[in-house]
Every structure is written in C-alpha cells, then in structure tokens.
C-alpha cells in the first residue's frame, strides 16, 4: 500500500499518521493568561529536541475555526510555560483537560485538579505529576494555514521537578515507577510499564 499524501485531506492524513507515530508522549501544558487565568491542556505532538541549550518542543493546533488556542495565545502573551508528564493514574483528568472551555475558565478548577507554584516562571504545574519542566518560550514556528495547522512551540527548559518516589538507584527517574501514558492511534493509550533493554553500539 502506497498513500500519496497531497491528495489526503487533512483529517485523512492526521489518521495514518498518529496511527503509525507511536507512541507519542504526552505535554500536559499549563499556562496563564493576560489576565492571570490557569489554563491546562494535552498535547501529544511533543518531544525534548536538544540538551544544549535544554530545550523541548509541543504543538498546538489550530482550533476547528482555524483560530489560535488558549496555550499559544497564552504563551504569546507570557512568554512562560509548564509541560507536566502524565502518569496513568491522572489520565482521566488529562483527557478530560482535551474538552473546549470558554477562554479564561481554569481546567485545574474545572476538573478539580491540584496546582503546585513554579519556581522559575509564573504559571503552575500539575502537583501530582512525577515530573514537570518549567521553561520560556524561545520561538514559535508556524507550519500551514486554517484549521489544524500547526504552532510548534520550541521552550528553553529552565527548571524541572521530580517526585523522588520515582527514582531508581542509580538517581535517575525510572520509566516504571514513572508510569506515564503515551497516545497512540484512535482512543488508545499505552504505558511505560513494560519495556526491554537494547546495548547500544559503540560510538
């Protein structure tokens, strides 16, 4: 089977390809706005790009109307953001963060979800999540136009938080005691509970 993608409308082509880009981490993204409103929300185009200078990338959409989400309005505004992981055991609560709320309504106070205070920047982070990166926006790069065209988001890491009952011997977080979710394609979600171990070659 052969997909030639520029005959794909847009939905077509987001199918194939978050049913075969897997499995995605989660950004769980807190932010503020003008106004000083919380606002959180998950992203599964997300991924940390370099260690030097540290620093990680997420991508907002555009709405169904083609039209900025609070996020990026947010981070546009502010300049700040935090990503929390997410562990399996708040999965209920990230995916109920997905739903469209008026502008300025809080999910944390929505959907009853703790907020912890930053330390390097303005917006707060999940309090329950085993680990969450606090950075500044460095850039915002735009790919596409009208609904669902991309905002991808490049932040400068500058603080992060780890639950220590997540650590293993050797200091470092341990991707069972983690246990985050990861999307994959339609309703489906995996975990960082199992895995396998692969020696890497010599470089």
């Known amino acids: 089977m052969h997909l030639d993608f520029s005959k794909l409308p ?15 981490p989660i950004a769980w993204v807190s932010t503020l706005s003008a106004e000083g409103k919380t606002n959180l929300a998950p992203f599964s185009f997300f991924q940390g790009i370099t260690a030097n200078p540290p ?25 700040e953001f935090v990503v929390s992981v997410v562990p399996f055991a708040l999965a209920e609560p990230m995916n109920a963060c997905a739903a469209l709320l008026p502008h300025g309504e809080s999910e944390f106070e929505a ?5 912890a205070p930053s330390t390097f920047v ?3 982070r ?21 609904p669902g065209a991309a905002n991808v988001v490049f932040g400068r890491i500058l ?31 995996t975990r960082t509970t199992e895995r396998f171990t692969i020696s890497r070659p010599d470089r």
């Open 111 to 115: 959907f009853n979800i703790a907020a």
């Open 126 to 146: 999940v309090a329950l999540a085993p680990a969450a990166f606090e950075c500044a926006l460095h850039s915002i790069v735009r790919i596409g136009e009208g």
């Open 122 to 124: 303005r917006p707060p």
């Open 55 to 79: 620093t990680l990338m997420f991508v907002p959409v555009n709405n169904r109307a083609g039209e900025p989400k609070d996020t990026l309005r947010n981070i546009e505004a502010n300049r």
């Open 159 to 189: 603080g992060m938080h780890v639950a220590d009952s997540v650590l293993a011997a050797d200091g470092l977080p341990d991707a069972a005691k983690l246990d985050l979710v990861g999307r994959l394609g339609r309703e489906d979600y």
């Open 10 to 24: 847009p939905r077509t082509a987001y199918e194939w390809m978050t049913n075969t880009i897997l499995p995605r």
